[in-house]
């Protein structure tokens, strides 16, 4: 309902002049301008270069960020170490270092790709660490006691109570993926939701930039349900509260 009341302010506002129409145009001509890059091929186009970049840098950030955490977690002295060089990177935004990795990597699709590995990277490693660290100690010490080995207490302890943390940040670096890119694709790309919503402001073409707009919000909700839907099927073993 509330989807629903906010598409009806969206097109009747403009079309009773309480905004100005050329700025805000109403929500139905956004939608034949949607589905004019639909049928052109446009928006596929833009659509599969970002989710390419997005997902590229969204797996490298997970298949390096979880087996870190882990690593971090677990061993004290790992993370004393690499605790105040994580502090200063975690806290260093990543469209500020946008034009260095630009420098660095060229306008191509390298810097595109590391600027997402990089955003995408700190909240997964954080909330694994932070899991690994709060696994509950009694679990733990229970199954030292009978004797497992360090593989199979994270098989068996670890992994499991850590999956709704580390989802956590997973999601979050799901989110981050998309945004950052957005960002990165307005400089320099030649293809991308960035690309085609800069493109448009440029070319005063506004119900093409909304409707860019709009297909990142949809990818971006159906990026987190899916991870949602994984993380279920992950945790089927939690007793629901």
């Known amino acids: 309902m509330a989807l629903v009341a906010l598409l009806a302010l969206w097109e009747t506002a403009p079309r009773l002049g309480l905004v100005d129409a050329t ?3 109403p929500v139905s001509e956004v939608a034949t301008a949607w ?3 639909l049928g052109n091929g446009q928006l596929g186009q833009h659509t599969r270069a970002s989710l390419a970049r997005s997902f590229g840098g969204f797996g490298i950030a997970v298949v390096i960020a979880v087996p870190l955490g882990l690593l971090i977690g677990w061993y004290r002295p790992v993370a004393a170490l690499l605790g105040p060089l994580l502090e200063v990177f975690r806290n260093t935004a990543a469209l ?3 034009p260095v990795f630009v420098l660095l990597l060229g306008i191509g699709e390298t810097s595109k790709v590391s600027i997402v590995v990089y955003a ?8 694994t660490i932070s899991a ?4 509950d100690p009694t679990l733990v010490r229970l199954a030292r006691s009978m004797d497992l080995s360090t593989p199979r207490l994270f098989q068996k302890v670890i ?3 850590s999956v709704p943390a580390i989802f956590t940040g997973i999601r979050l670096a799901g989110a981050v993926s998309i945004l950052v890119l957005v960002a990165a694709e307005m400089i320099g790309a030649k293809a991308g939701l960035g690309y085609l919503i800069n493109a448009s402001q440029y070319n005063f073409a506004i119900p093409q930039m909304y409707a860019g707009i709009i297909t990142i919000s949809a990818v971006g909700v159906a990026f987190n349900q899916l991870l949602v839907t994984i993380e279920r099927r992950l945790s089927t073993w939690r ?3």
């Not at 995408?120 to 909330?127: A, D, E, G, I």
């Not at 690994?132 to 696994?135: F, H, L, M, S, T």
Request: one cysteine or more; charged letters at 5%; proline letters at 15%.
């Open 23 to 25: 700025f805000l145009p």
């Open 35 to 37: 589905w004019d890059l």
């Open 96 to 98: 500020a270092l946008l």
């Open 120 to 127: 995408c990277l700190w909240p997964v490693l954080l909330n």
């Open 132 to 135: 690994v660290g709060n696994a």
């Open 159 to 161: 992994l499991p109570s």
């Open 239 to 241: 007793v629901p509260a």
